[in-house]
């Protein structure tokens, strides 16, 4: 009986797991959504992860190129839980300003996402950057600290799906959560929107951009993209 108990016990150990519920990406044009409510700013905290050494994230890297699309997710569960356990102890004196986009951001914004790695393409000129705050109040958000600008997130939905563009972390703010702050805000005000599902598009050589949006509970689609320049 007692052999039976422990036997039991760990099958429902190794059983526990988490379910999350994301969506592939893909592209579409951004039309102007059902809803233009406006949404207010907010102020989030941010906090600093223990560091990893090389070793232990090379070994994390070469794990992850082995598991399947399940795991990888999972495991991406289990790293937000941890990282929300460490905030509780580890806060980050000072805060960042999280507020959407403002006539006049535009050089800012582009010299920040240049320093990022993103690349600068037509839409992301001032005029078009203007125009797509206008049409999703609320869902293109700058997080601000002392140093000027931490983070980017641009949300659009254009009444069928969701989208998210151009979400880049400042370097010495990167794996502290803020990225994945900024994502889950537009998630759920696309969510209170009635959005569906939410797409987005990486760049087949971005390696740590595809890590990041599976740690964040996205699955990589087998759809290809066509674009044509007008």
């Given at each position: 009986m007692s052999r039976q108990f422990i036997s039991s016990a760990t099958r429902l150990r190794s059983s526990a797991g988490f379910s999350?519920?994301?969506?592939?990406?893909?592209?579409?044009?951004?039309?102007?959504p059902p809803?233009?409510?406006?949404?207010?700013?907010?102020?989030?905290?941010?906090?600093?992860?223990?560091?990893?050494?090389?070793?232990?994230?090379?070994?994390?890297?070469?794990?992850?190129?082995?598991?399947?699309?399940?795991?990888?997710?999972?495991?991406?569960?289990?790293?937000?839980?941890?990282?929300?356990?460490?905030?509780?102890?580890?806060?980050?004196?000072?805060?960042?300003?999280?507020?959407?986009?403002?006539?006049?951001?535009?050089?800012?914004?582009?010299?920040?996402?240049?320093?990022?790695?993103?690349?600068?393409?037509?839409?992301?000129?001032?005029?078009?950057l203007a125009a797509f705050a206008e049409r999703n109040p609320g869902l293109f958000?700058?997080?601000?600290?002392?140093q000027g600008l931490a983070a980017t997130a641009l949300g659009g939905w254009d009444g069928r799906r969701g989208w998210l563009y151009h979400v880049a972390v400042r370097a010495d703010e990167r794996r502290h959560g803020l990225g994945g702050r900024l994502v889950r805000t537009i998630e759920q005000r696309l969510r209170e929107r009635g959005c569906p599902k939410v797409n987005l598009i990486v760049w087949n050589d971005n390696a740590a951009a595809m890590e990041f949006w599976k740690a964040n509970g996205y699955t990589r689609a087998t759809t290809v993209e066509f674009e044509k320049e007008l």
């Open positions: 999350l519920s994301h969506s592939a990406f893909g592209t579409m044009p951004n039309i102007a809803s233009s409510r406006r949404m207010p700013s907010l102020k989030i905290s941010t906090w600093k992860r223990p560091t990893r050494t090389t070793r232990q994230y090379e070994r994390e890297s070469s794990d992850e190129q082995f598991i399947c699309e399940e795991r990888v997710m999972k495991s991406g569960a289990t790293r937000r839980g941890n990282a929300a356990k460490r905030a509780e102890t580890s806060a980050k004196n000072g805060e960042v300003d999280v507020r959407e986009f403002r006539a006049g951001d535009g050089a800012a914004i582009r010299a920040f996402w240049e320093a990022s790695g993103i690349r600068i393409r037509p839409g992301d000129d001032d005029r078009s958000l700058l997080a601000l600290d002392d």
